[in-house]
């Protein structure tokens, strides 16, 4: 197999599979090449049906995205990764400061979720709003309509890190969260 940049390491490798669980069971290909397949497409950013025949067909590699990405996996490598980068930087797991914004991301013009119109833009997009601790490690991310306001959104992606983190105290906003969220 060609070693691409997005291949995993050994130790990446033996990391993600201390969480995915269920390496018992006989495969026709290893969790690994299903791994490095779904790290090439994200980084590419290419069709399912366009990987390089160097992987396991699309059809066994978009099976285990769903499963992983339904089931939290993702979810919970993320956040491996993130505690084991503030440990390195000799930081308490869970951050006492965050820092909150938003941003508009552009659609397609066929349908999907969460779309609006943005009163000031003019334009069909979406809106992310995401909470990073100060040094940019990404807590939680949500995703609306870009026509609903910034400070009813800001409510719910706060909420929506309700008991991860004990030690937040303070959240940083820029103008744009005005009102009762101040």
Not at 102 to 114: I, P
Not at 150 to 171: L, N, P, Q, T, Y
């Amino acid at each position: 197999m060609i070693n691409y940049s997005t291949n995993l390491t050994d130790s990446q490798y033996d990391a993600m599979i201390q969480i995915i669980g269920d390496i018992l069971r006989k495969r026709k290909h290893s969790l690994g090449e299903i791994l490095n397949a779904v790290f090439y497409l994200l980084k590419a950013g290419s069709q399912w049906r366009m990987l390089p025949c160097d992987f396991p067909k699309w059809q066994p590699v978009y099976y285990y995205f769903s499963r992983w990405k339904e089931d939290g996996t993702f979810e919970a490598i993320h956040e491996n990764v993130r505690d084991k980068c503030r440990e390195q930087q000799k930081k308490h797991r869970s951050p006492s400061v965050g820092l909150i914004e938003s941003q508009n991301v552009k659609t397609t013009r066929v349908g999907g979720e969460s779309r609006g119109v943005d009163g000031g833009k003019k334009v069909r997009e979406r809106k992310r709003h995401n909470i990073t601790d100060t040094n940019g490690l990404l807590l939680t991310v949500e995703i609306h309509a870009a026509n609903e306001n910034d400070c009813k959104a800001g409510f719910r992606v706060i909420r929506s890190m309700d008991g991860h983190f004990e030690r937040m105290k303070k959240i940083h906003a820029d103008g744009g969260y005005r009102g009762a969220l101040a």
